[in-house]
């Protein structure tokens, strides 16, 4: 029997650009994928996403009457089953690092092309988190290191294993799991489950996380590779 069709993740796009909104939406809709609403700011994202219940989140960081990070912030505080994902013009944007703190699940730039635009909103859907390695590296590093704080190891982290903490230190220079699997000599169904038991033991909600907290706790430091 054939499979079940694949489910369309519903999307809220919020920008204070009507032009992009528009342009979003057009793309999405077109490549099968609900666009459920449409905000001009946090605050009126923050009501419709309350209102619609959106399994993705087209979010805008620089927007009037409340920015994207605390809309982002109020939003999964509320639904933490949502995904945002952040749109800026810049790829070493300091609010983005913030906004992948906050539990973002990774950012697009906004010149994106539609084929990826779609592709990204179904792999967070998913429950993944969207990270361009070299780019997520660059900002992380950029940004955890401005914080000009010595390392404090996350007391969380005395709950991994060896292996996991080793996976979780890959998991922050931007690996794979492909990666991870031919880096440790590992299958990937093994790999995912490790990553699997360090989200669940750290209370991650994805890669996106995982890779701000191994620069926050030291496990790895700008600069190394």
Not at 12 to 22: A, E, G, M, P, S
Not at 84 to 112: E, M, N, P, Q, W
Request: hydrophobic share 50%; charged share 25%.
């Amino acid at each position: 029997m054939p499979g079940a069709p694949e489910r369309a993740p519903r999307v809220l796009v919020v920008d204070d650009q009507t032009l992009i909104r528009t342009g979003f939406r057009l793309i999405l809709t077109a490549r099968g994928i609900e666009v459920v609403g449409e905000a001009a700011d946090g605050a009126e994202a923050v009501v419709a996403a309350r209102e619609l219940r959106p399994d993705v989140v087209l979010m805008d960081i620089r927007m009037p009457a409340m920015d994207g990070l605390e809309a982002t912030r109020r939003i999964l505080e509320r639904a933490p089953e949502c995904r945002v994902l952040i749109l800026t013009t810049f790829d070493l944007d300091r609010y983005v690092y913030t906004a992948l703190s906050l539990g973002a699940s990774g950012f697009l730039l906004k010149d994106v092309t539609p084929e990826h635009l779609a592709a990204a909103v179904r792999l967070v859907d998913t429950g993944d988190a969207l990270l361009a390695p070299a780019i997520t590296r660059r900002l992380v590093e950029r940004y955890a290191a401005e914080a000009d704080r010595a390392p404090v190891v996350h007391a969380d982290l005395a709950a991994l294993t060896p292996r996991e903490r080793e996976v979780l230190t890959l998991l922050g220079r931007g690996l794979s799991n492909t990666e991870l699997a031919a880096e440790l000599t590992l299958s990937e169904a093994t790999v995912k489950s490790h990553v699997a038991r360090i989200f669940a033991k750290l209370g991650l909600r994805d890669r996106a996380q995982a890779v701000v907290l191994a620069y926050e706790t030291g496990l790895v430091r700008p600069g190394e590779r």
